[in-house]
């Protein structure tokens, strides 16, 4: 091990006159990246913090992983940018601050796989079971599940991070004592991640072949006259939360092409930590690429979700209100359909001429007109009945997913 430290610092000591330019353009892309992934992710929670509307079990699991990026960003981030410029003469070094930087780096790394992770598993059963699930699919489970996953991460992350405190390297850079963590540990990082892109995968593939077998069913059922208006609703809902799916697998994507580079660099290599010092850029964007998820995710869903554009829309016309998204478009839509109340008015009226054509006209003028009361308020009742199923239709004909 003490060759190949001495290789690595004789590698780092050769990068000193790396060229002023090259170290501009890095910093900037540092800074505006951290400062869209902030803004973003602080939106995120911010919108769920103000709106009780948002505050579903799909969106609390958006939450955790916008507070984890957030997280990941404002500490991580400067420390990297720090490590990857000037190692040398970073402040950041030593054993125990080598352990912390790595250990807190790979802890958010398992934080966004388990989250991502919840996140699939949430679609897949709301797309297998539908209603079902939504019973039991309850923010409290929400934030147990959330809660889960941090004392998992907790769990793992002690062992491993006692594990690298064994390496002593003195008061070398934390730039140092990580490429050597990498030459121990490399192989073992890589497969974990591997593993999980391969989970990624299959619970795509059940989700896609879960919604392939339910469509055959609803197609044959439709063909055979059954139930067509539930039928019809049921595919409804379905649509909304396989659009809902569609998101979360963008956003797992998003990160999945993020590692990328990591994952290719790390197969080549092999763990072997000093050939990643061959090509200064790709260890630097290799270094970076994990947080261009983060800034991502939340575009992501203001994009593709419908809830959250007008939550922001109206956060921005009324941050302090109590409002709620899609009020307005509620009320406008309830008034287009909303029945007449000419039916229920017509009544008194026609009792009241029944009145005067009985002191007039005598008995006929008054059998005549009880019938026409009764035409009317017969129509009245089929008015009164009508007007639910269309208020349900409506509250069904545009669906909007949780997520």
């Known amino acids: 091990m003490d060759a190949n430290v001495t290789i690595i610092k004789n590698r780092l000591s050769t990068r000193e006159g790396s060229d ?10 540092v800074i505006v990246l951290f400062i869209a992934a902030v803004l973003g992710n602080g939106i995120v929670l911010i919108l769920l913090k103000r709106f009780k509307s948002l505050r579903t079990a799909p969106n609390i699991l958006i939450a955790n992983l916008a507070f984890i990026d957030l997280l990941n960003v404002t500490i991580n981030l400067p420390t990297v940018l720090t490590m990857t410029n000037n190692p040398e003469k970073s402040v950041i070094k030593g054993r125990v601050v080598s352990v912390l930087v790595h250990s807190l780096q790979y802890a958010f790394v398992l934080l966004n796989l388990f989250d991502m992770t919840l996140m699939m598993l949430d679609r897949y059963f709301v797309i297998k079971l539908g209603l079902q699930y939504k019973v039991w699919s309850t923010t409290d489970n929400a934030f147990k599940a959330v809660l889960g996953i941090w004392l998992l991460t907790l769990f793992i992350m002690i062992p491993w991070s006692l594990a690298l405190s064994k390496i002593d ?92 580079p990591l994952f290719v660099l790390g197969i080549m290599y092999k763990g072997r930590a000093v050939d990643f010092l061959t090509n200064e850029y790709l260890r630097w964007f290799c270094a970076i690429g ?26 921005l016309r009324d941050p302090l209100g109590a409002s709620e998204p899609g009020e307005k478009e509620a009320a406008n839509t309830r008034k287009n359909v909303r029945v007449a109340p000419t039916s229920e008015a017509t009544p008194n009226t026609v009792s009241t001429t029944v009145e005067e054509q009985t002191r007039s006209n005598g008995v006929q003028a008054n059998l005549e007109t009880m019938g026409e009361e009764i035409s009317m308020n017969t129509g009245s009742r089929v008015a009164k009945e009508e007007a639910p199923e269309r208020n349900y239709d409506w509250a069904l004909a545009s669906p909007r997913p949780d997520i």
């Not at 392939?212 to 595919?235: A, F, I």
């Not at 992501?300 to 007008?310: D, E, Q, V």
């Open 20 to 29: 002023s330019l090259g170290i501009s353009i890095r910093i900037t892309i």
């Open 169 to 260: 390297l003195g008061d070398e850079p934390a730039l140092v004592y990580r490429l050597v963590y990498y030459s121990v540990i490399g192989d073992f990082n890589m497969v974990a991640r591997m593993l999980f892109n391969v989970e990624f995968l299959i619970m795509a593939f059940v989700t896609w072949y879960s919604l392939r077998s339910q469509n055959k069913v609803y197609e044959r059922n439709l063909s055979m006259g059954k139930d067509v208006q539930g039928q019809r609703q049921v595919n409804t809902r379905r649509r909304a939360e396989v659009h809902a799916a569609i998101t979360v697998c963008m956003t797992v994507s998003a990160y999945v092409i993020s590692c990328a």
């Open 290 to 315: 994990i947080y261009i998820s983060s800034m991502c995710n939340p575009f992501i869903y203001m994009t593709r979700c419908h809830r959250f554009n007008l939550a922001l829309r109206l956060f």
